[in-house]
């Protein structure tokens, strides 16, 4: 049986005092022991508060990005999976669209992510998704299915066993435009089927989450779907009591 997550993406927004006041809000309206799992991905500099009040709630944090080199070195502005690793982060976000359109990052880069996360036994979160035009040609799969492939050329099925994947179409993010519930569990559906014709035990234990424009109305129905195991939350979990109704509704 898998476990639902309501994770939320802060993206670059906040400062100091906003996060710290959205931190204690989180605590305060969170259940002490929800049946499902919860995670905060603040902007990095914000990571140490977060693990600080959070310690002791049952709310992990997670990091929005990750370099792609292993160890130390000479790699200016990049933060390594170990460092996430050591300062207490459970998750790291790999992939998201964001990065993908806005950085470059390729698929083959975004796994690379994927594995250096894996090495140092964070929880990746990997990122896929087609565009509006890519929908609208009939390309929704081709491009998830790329997006997916590109696993297999660096890790193996043992390597996956944590992986999570986040089906966010580009569309949908941020727009207000939700995919409806029998859109977002037919590309689900589809990913799993993909992790199926490698293993069958991976693909059904893997957490595939929606993202792009949840919200505390329509996230019932979103999980209410087979294939739909949890959210990643963008501008909704900006505010605590909207992120702490789309968490009970997981629940
Ligand atoms: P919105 O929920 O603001 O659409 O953002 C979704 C997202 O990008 C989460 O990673």
Known sequence: MRSKLVAGNWKMHGDRAAIGELLTALKAELPSEPSVDIAVFPSSVYINDAIKVLKGSPVAVGAQNVCEYAGEGAYTGEVSAAMLADVGCRYVI????????????????????????????????????ESESEREAGQTLEVVARQLNALWDQLSVADLGSLIV???PVWAIGT?????PEQAQQVHAFIRSVFAEKDANL?????????????????????SQADIDGGLVGGASLNAQEFSAICRAAE
């Open 166 to 168: 986040a089906y966010e």
């Open 176 to 180: 207000g435009k939700t995919a409806t």
């Open 94 to 129: 790999a992939g998201h669209s964001e990065r993908r359109a806005l950085y470059g990052e390729s698929d083959a880069l975004v796994v690379t992510k994927v594995k250096r996360a894996l090495d140092v036994g964070l929880t990746p979160v990997l990122c896929v998704g």
């Open 203 to 223: 693909s059904n234990e893997m957490r595939i989450l929606y993202g792009g424009s949840v919200k505390a109305a329509n996230a019932a129905e979103l999980f």
